[in-house]
């Protein structure tokens, strides 16, 4: 009986998939279709780190991007942890993510959640989004899953195993529950959401991805997080490069940084790492 109990659930898992993405389209649809955002309503006026006269260029985001990228690329192909040889794992999820981000993106800089200072960019914007902001989605990944491969390589053991089922759980009930309190407002609800959905998602469906090795690497990465998130939200620069509409997000900043954006980061990673791992998994089966 037990063969026969796997295989019809087995069978059951796409249709399971199928209802559960629809349950989000419906969601996320009613929270697009019933908030109107006030254009032109941005702050451009942050606090600051400390300001720093070198990063007043628009070259400033390019420059970020290849900050992010350069140390992961350059290491990548040491042999203690030959991560080019991991690349292909990556770039197939990796792309598809990017698309959705990208697409989410160019349709929030476009109703007015968010806006991007030409005084930092060097001027090309396809679709109306800087060409900066499409690397973005591509190098920040990259450079988190070689953080991810480096803590892997020096610690051994899962530290978080014992845990991450419940704070999955628990992280869940917290992203739903800022998702629908702060529904007026969009960058927050739509985030917390989409990372609550993928939560569950995550224990209904991807039972066996190293959840704790995920929350480990998030953590380690937040300080690089918080050097380039904070260079472009205006924390070391007279004026944002990344600039919000402050109806449309929580509020409160870490300094510069809308706490909006440590949840659009851990869903960012989290696809990316899932990705990832399933991808590495089907080569290794």
Known sequence: ????????EKR???????????????VIGALWST???????????????THWQALETNWLYALLMLFTIAFPLIRSFEPLLDYYRKWRYLLPGGLVIAAIFIGWDIWFTKVGVWGFND???TGFRP?????????????????????H????????????????????VLLAIFFFAVGFLKWESLYTSTTFLLCGFFNVYHLLFLKNQPRGRFYLSYLVSFLPFLLVNGALTGGFTQAPVVYYNP???FGVRIVSIPVDDAAYGYLLLMSNFSCY????????A
């Open 149 to 168: 491969e480096a803590l892997c390589y020096y610690i051994k053991r899962d530290l978080l195993a014992p845990i991450q089922q419940g704070l999955t």
């Open 35 to 49: 908030n109107e955002v006030r254009p032109d309503n941005f702050v451009m006026e942050v606090p600051v780190f």
């Open 247 to 249: 109806e449309e997000f």
């Open 277 to 284: 791992h399933y991808f590495k998994g089907r080569k290794s």
């Open 12 to 26: 059951s898992q796409p249709v399971a998939r199928m209802l559960f993405g629809l349950l989000i389209l419906l």
């Open 119 to 121: 005084a930092y960019l």
């Open 127 to 147: 679709l109306g989004l800087p060409w900066e902001e499409w690397t973005f989605f591509i190098f920040v990944p990259f450079s988190c899953v070689f953080i």
């Open 1 to 8: 009986m037990e063969p026969t109990r796997g295989m019809s």
